[in-house]
């Protein structure tokens, strides 16, 4: 199935990446600007990156099903995931002040 139609990319070309992704670290975040990149592509009109959210979670939770994890590593996970989120949600929250615009 044709996931991007901009860069002609398939959803099994998605999946395979990220496979490859996972087991270079199979606890990093994978976004789909990592796949992309990874895939050496570039988002031209991003409209496929919900679906390309959607095939990571499922491939990610199929890939770790298929793994024994230890309750520390995911313990880990969970650590730097929350830590991400924070650092996002810490400049989402910047971006609104108004003392911070230019103009």
């Not at 139609?5 to 789909?32: G, M």
């Not at 990592?34 to 570039?42: G, I, L, N, P, W």
Request: overall charge negative; proline content about 2%; aromatic content about 8%.
């Amino acid at each position: 199935m044709l996931v991007c139609s901009c860069n002609f990319i398939s959803e099994k070309e998605i999946e395979e990446t990220i496979i490859d992704l996972l087991n270079e670290d199979c606890w990093q975040l994978i976004v789909p600007a990592k796949v992309y990149h990874a895939m050496e592509k570039r988002g031209r009109c991003c409209g496929c990156f919900p679906n390309v959210v959607d095939i990571i979670i499922r491939t990610t939770e199929q890939y770790h099903a298929g793994r024994d994890s230890t309750d520390v590593e995911i313990f880990d996970f969970m650590n730097r995931l929350k830590k991400f989120h924070e650092e996002n949600r810490r400049a989402d929250i910047e971006r609104r002040q108004k003392s911070h615009r230019a103009a």
